[in-house]
């Protein structure tokens, strides 16, 4: 019936476009595969065409792979073209003013685009108040400390420098990115079953497992947004608002009063209204950026041939400094390899579909009303006539003329204005300039200071494989975890990167303060949401630090004059101490019950600690009782009870780990909650608990996990550097006696030591807003 019904709609002379046989009610549904679905996209084309057309539960997809057929419908039709289809698993997508990318063609979408646009435009008039090179600052030194946490400090990057851009501070950065990241499994086809059996959707909440988990994010990402608004507010008023978007708005409409209550209606409805379009700002730069930096790693270990390229013409540039924002004009090729990076693995392989209006005729093909239209981004890159040789990452293709996508003048092409995978017509992305300016300071800071290899096999003396093209599932996709090494170029870039970053915390300092309130609010909304633990409930870990020696005790100096850190100690905090960090966490005495766990960095400590009879040091990990256990002050950027949560048994995950500190290097070994390491070294070349058990070929590469820790190496790594350990040394009243107990330490219930987020914020590495 269905089939007749639509030849019967078809006008004379026009034909159905081509595509694959459809099976009745699912159509081509069990073809797409959950991962790499735009890879069977892209082979369709190969046989149907550069516009085609699959079923899909009923609904006719029509997929582009051409950039010309592209513009030609969504540009040059754009008033027939610029809907938004229904998302089935977020029903009220086009109407409800929430998210701006995915309303329909309405007037709230009108509205609120052109408010997007001249934030954005304002902002960018203002090179986005330097803030992509505050962050980007910051993430390079945290990079070069542990480059194997380069997807936590990439998403960090993204996402502290989006929500700086819209409500002028880095804190709601972590809360952002956890329901942003619940946002994009909403939308996404292989993210909710909803979206793909569409009528799913009819089920009601208290049967529907996919709409109670978006209502639990949509509320906290609601009340989130109000406290950023409130914060900037509150900031306003004391007139120490940093520049940003909201900021914009709130000045340009007037935060004066005294006018008619209706104004003041009008004025609140505009201002709620507003605090969605800048929410979504920071949504959509928080889930994509971080795609491409991604793939820039992954580029750049299989063509190191253009990250020699790259660090040449920095180097002879910029005579030896990390690239500004200014320099674009000098350093095409820097811009050339941010351009290629996108083309050669699109970061939205898909598209963000449009919908069409009203029936159409393209090329004699017949085009129905209601449609979705794809314009398949992975396909538009890989048309060998606008780019040859496409498989290949070849950034000259827009530095020389003899290929079909260079242009001149090189001091200002390439750039990413006008490019394809920003999408087409009435729609495309508003945030470029963000994209372009983020992409080139990171990639740029990259190349500047780490040559970026493959890692070599200690063992075999063989390079570790390093996939090609395994990439996250949703509609933003990036690479699955793989090893690399970043090795810091010379010594007077290790100690410039060190210098960038304490520039940037510093300036945070008085953030975190002003913050504090809402920092303290969120935290416990993601509490009550369930994405963090109850603090009561967490599992504290307590390390014993036992023995003579470097094992701690005889360490306490270190302590008292705040000097290098004490072996314990480091052990306690589970990361990796810099030679000459102050390093002090002493926690609680608390009692120590049996050894259950030892999922922490060990760390072998560097200068400072040699002369303190190095080598018989032992660090036992133990799980606390906690009757009287401390109130954190910081919040934490993740969830903390990763550490039990690797679904291990208690009884699996009882071990004692013993070793003996091996003095000099400073080196992060990591252990792991599980396995028997009573009696074997943990420090040492060949730790015989290695936490990231897994290889990277078989990393988990779901993106849920990179949020939840639930499983993969990503959450793994996450956990490593986020749980809370508090240390106790079996001489701790000597400890206690050499720091001695303030009456501020005492309020936060603290017998002992320097708390642990001093500590913290001294080293990288740690959890950190
Ligand atoms: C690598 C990063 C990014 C990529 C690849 C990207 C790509 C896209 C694409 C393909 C679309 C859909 C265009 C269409 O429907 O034809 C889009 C829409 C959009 N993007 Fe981006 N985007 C990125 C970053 C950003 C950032 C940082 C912002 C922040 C302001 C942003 C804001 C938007 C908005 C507001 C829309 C919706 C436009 C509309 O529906 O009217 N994007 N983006």
Not at 49 to 76: C, N
Not at 701 to 720: F, P, S, T, W, Y
Request: charged letters at 25%.
């Amino acid at each position: 019936i269905q089939k007749w019904q639509e030849r019967k709609r078809l006008p004379a002379g026009v034909r159905p476009l081509p595509g694959p046989a459809n099976l009745p009610f699912i159509g081509r549904v069990h073809d797409v595969p959950e991962k790499g679905s735009w890879l069977k996209f892209y082979e369709w084309s190969k046989v149907y065409g550069p516009i085609y057309q699959t079923k899909m539960f009923g609904v006719t997809h029509v997929w582009i792979t051409s950039e010309k057929i592209a513009q030609d419908l969504l540009s040059r039709r754009a008033n027939i073209y610029s809907d938004r289809p229904l998302i089935p698993n977020l029903p009220d997508n086009r109407t409800s003013g929430d998210y701006l990318a995915l309303l329909g063609r309405n007037d709230i979408w009108k509205r609120q685009r052109k408010l997007c646009n001249h934030l954005m435009h304002t902002s960018a008039l203002a090179s986005l108040h330097d803030y992509p090179t505050l962050e980007r600052n910051r993430f390079l030194y945290l990079l070069s400390q542990s480059p194997e946490d380069y997807i936590e400090y990439i998403e960090q990057f993204t996402s502290r420098t989006v929500s700086r851009l819209s409500w002028g501070s880095a804190h709601p950065a972590p809360v952002l990115r956890h329901t942003t990241f619940g946002l994009l499994e909403t939308i996404s086809p292989s993210g909710a079953l909803p979206n793909v059996i569409s009528f799913l959707r009819h089920l009601p909440l208290a049967l529907s497992p996919w709409k109670q988990k978006e209502k639990a994010r949509h509320d906290l990402e609601d009340k989130q947004f109000k406290s950023n608004v409130g914060f900037v507010r509150r900031m306003m008023e004391v007139g120490r608002a940093e520049p940003s978007f909201i900021r914009t708005f709130l000045e340009e409409q007037g935060v004066d009063t005294g006018k008619a209550k209706a104004d003041e209606e009008q004025k609140a409805k505009e201002a709620d209204e507003a605090m969605h379009v800048v929410g979504l700002m920071a949504i959509a730069g928080a889930l994509t950026i971080g795609s491409p930096i991604q793939s820039y790693i992954l580029a750049m270990c299989h063509y190191p041939e253009w990250q020699a390229k790259l660090q040449e013409e920095i180097d002879t540039q910029l005579a030896g400094r990390c690239p500004m924002w200014e320099d674009r004009e000098k350093l095409p090729l820097l811009r050339a390899v941010v351009k290629e990076v996108i083309r050669w693995r699109p970061p939205v392989p898909t598209g963000i579909p449009h919908a069409i209006e009203k029936d159409d005729v393209y090329d004699g093909y017949f085009i129905p009303a209601g449609a979705t239209i794809h314009a398949l981004e992975w396909g538009i890159t890989r048309d060998e006539t606008t780019y040859p040789d496409a498989e290949t990452f070849n950034p000259s293709r827009f530095l020389l003329p003899s290929y079909p996508t260079y242009r001149s003048p090189l001091t200002t092409y390439p750039n990413l204005s006008g490019f394809s995978q920003f999408g087409f017509g009435r729609r495309t992305c508003q945030g470029v300039p963000i994209v372009e300016q983020d992409l080139f300071l990171t990639m740029g800071g990259m190349a500047w200071a780490f040559t970026i290899t493959k890692k070599t096999d200690p063992v075999t003396g063989r390079e570790v494989a390093v996939h090609w093209n395994d990439y996250t599932p949703l509609l933003i996709a990036k690479p699955c975890r793989f090893p690399f090494e970043a090795v810091p170029r010379d010594e007077h870039k290790v100690k410039k990167m060190r210098e960038m970053y304490d520039d940037a915390v510093e300036r945070e300092e008085v953030e975190k303060e002003e913050s504090r309130e809402e920092r303290e609010r969120t935290e416990a909304w993601m509490v009550e949401a369930g994405v963090r633990q109850k603090e009561e409930e967490i599992p504290w870990q307590s390390v014993h630090v036992s023995g003579v020696g470097g094992g701690g005790v005889d360490d306490a100096p270190a302590v008292r004059t705040g000097g290098t850190g004490v072996p314990g100690v480091a052990v306690a905090l589970g990361v990796t101490v810099p030679a000459g960090a102050t390093v002090v966490s002493v926690a609680p005495v608390v009692s120590v019950t049996p050894v259950v766990n030892a999922n922490v960095d060990v760390v072998v400590p560097g200068p400072g600690v040699d002369g303190h009879g190095h080598g018989h040091g032992q660090a036992q990990v133990h799980q606390a009782q906690h009757e009287h256990q401390p109130q954190p002050e910081v919040p934490q950027e993740g969830p903390h009870q990763e550490l039990m949560d690797n679904g291990k048994t208690e009884d699996e995950a009882k071990s004692t780990s013993r070793g003996s500190s091996r003095p000099a290097s400073t080196r992060s070994v990591t252990g792991s909650a599980s396995g028997s390491g009573s009696g074997s070294p943990i420090w040492g070349s060949e730790p015989s608990l290695s936490f990231r058990s897994s290889s990277a070929e078989s990393s988990d590469c779901e993106e849920r996990d990179v949020m939840d820790g639930k499983r993969g190496e990503e959450n793994e790594g996450q956990a490593r550097r986020r749980v809370r350990i508090k240390a106790v040394s079996n001489a701790s009243s000597t400890i206690e006696s050499l720091v001695p107990t303030t009456p501020e330490r005492e309020e936060k219930g603290l017998r002992l030591g320097v708390d642990v987020r001093e500590a913290e914020e001294e080293v990288p590495g740690a959890w950190r807003w």
